[in-house]
């Protein structure tokens, strides 16, 4: 069931988005040639906490974080590490949530650190893109898949391929609720779009392949080729005036 949120609820994870795009911004201008995804998940945590949100990925059935950052072939899920020095050139997925009184906000971008190859920036601006063209379609009276379907659409023309194992999803009270949202399908399927909605899409976009592979750590995904993969999320309500991204500082 997919559960309709009021004006005010959707306030509330407004709030919450709100704290999440900001962190976000933040740790992006912290992704230098050096800086450890430890670093950087220490950061959110406290930033958060000052910011008077909880950190909504720690703990989360055991991941052991606040902040999920996953580089170059790393899809989604990757564990911060004192061991893990970024390096110009790398791309890497920061994926951070909160939770502030009783609703969750959700969102992630990949950030590219120093100069990177012009097929990591391409991968990384379609990736972007496709979100949005998907948010694009957020609309009362569309259907659940003409979100897949347009992300879909947009980065296999420019020859990326979609990771299917990973989905976007409902939130509110949950940091994951139904609806399941893939970033591929046919258009014009699944449930009709209301307003009073919130999703968090996050299409998750491979530089080769769609395939991935769960690391011996439980939790990072990566791809089965080793290419780059890249992921960028927004939580959007949908209104009768069209989607509203709630995930913007
Ligand atoms: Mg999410």
Redesign the pocket.
Known sequence: MIILKSKREIEKIRKSCRVVAEILARLAEEIVPGVTTWDLTQMSEEWATRLGAVPAFKGYHGFPHALCTSVNEEVVHGIPSRERTVKEGDIISI?F?VVIDGYYG???LTVAVGRVSDEASRLCEATRESLHQGIAQARVGNRLSDISHAIQAHVEARNFSVVREFV??G?GRE??ESPQIPNYGPPGRGAKLKAGMVL?I?PMINQGGPEVEVLEDRWTAVTLDRSLSAHF?H?IAITDNGPDILSVA
């Open positions: 994926d949530g959700d969102a992630a976007g999803h939130i940091l994951h968090a996050e999320e939580t």
